[in-house]
């Protein structure tokens, strides 16, 4: 099993900051396979990211993904009031995972 | 619009069994792999299952030989049953459909509200 560790588990930031988000696989992820999810309290996730980099419909540009292999990357330009939440990804080239999560909380 | 709708949890006995459904609405539901992903209280999320448009099946390790997940698609239903509950099984279920294109391990686009399942006696 792919193990998913995110770092870091809590990131304190101002509205207008810039946000990094890592996860780091256990081994490579196969194709890029590799999808980042949103978060809030007392909601289902949604999908921000998927195959590493590919916007899912309707996100804003300020959230972009990178990475490879097994090191991958959510980055949110420039934080907006909406978007202090719980980030999660996943890896899906060999069976599912997730990983624990970073909460972007707002200093 | 695509909605999914879970229904079946509750407070059940550990030992016991619980059957949770999911109904779809707004796809054409046998193109798409569905999954139940669980959030145990205050915690992260943990995949439970997938079944594809195919219908392979693919259990977490946690659940293997416990749990069945299976669908109808002509009620546009996905369904997990959830045999020898243990209390760690405690979490919100989420029915959530698949991204791709039926076939294999997915990534999730859409997901339901969930429906809390909690094992205690």
């Known amino acids: 099993e792919i193990v998913l560790t995110q770092s870091p588990g809590t990131l304190p930031l101002s509205p207008g900051e810039r946000a990094t988000l890592s996860c780091r696989a256990s081994q490579s992820v196969n194709r890029d396979y590799l999808a980042w999810y949103q978060q809030k309290p007392g909601q289902a996730p949604r999908l921000l990211i998927y195959g590493a980099f590919s916007r899912a419909t309707g996100i804003p540009d300020r959230f972009s993904g990178s990475g490879s292999g097994t090191d991958f990357t959510l980055t949110i330009s420039r934080l907006e009031p909406e978007d202090f939440a719980v980030y999660y990804c996943?890896?899906?080239?060999?069976?599912?995972?997730f990983g624990g999560g970073t909460k972007v909380e707002i200093k | 619009e695509v909605q999914l709708l879970e229904s079946g949890g509750g407070l059940e006995q550990p030992g016991r069994s619980l059957r949770l459904s999911c109904v779809a609405s707004?796809?054409?539901?046998?193109?798409?792999?569905m999954s139940w992903v669980r959030q145990a209280p205050g915690k992260g999320l943990e995949w439970v299952s997938l079944i594809d448009g195919g219908g392979g099946t693919y259990y977490a390790d946690s659940v293997k030989g416990r749990f069945t997940i299976s669908r109808d698609n002509s009620r546009h239903t996905l369904s997990l049953q959830m045999n020898s509950l243990r209390a760690e099984d405690t979490a919100v279920y989420y029915c959530?459909?698949?991204?791709?294109?039926?076939?294999?391990?997915?990534?999730?686009?859409?997901w339901g509200q969930g429906t809390l399942v909690t094992v205690s006696s």
């Open positions: 707004g796809l054409t539901f046998s193109n798409y792999a």
């Open positions: 959530a459909k698949g991204a791709g294109n039926g076939y294999g391990l997915d990534y999730f686009d859409y």
């Open positions: 996943q890896q899906y080239g060999s069976s599912v995972t």
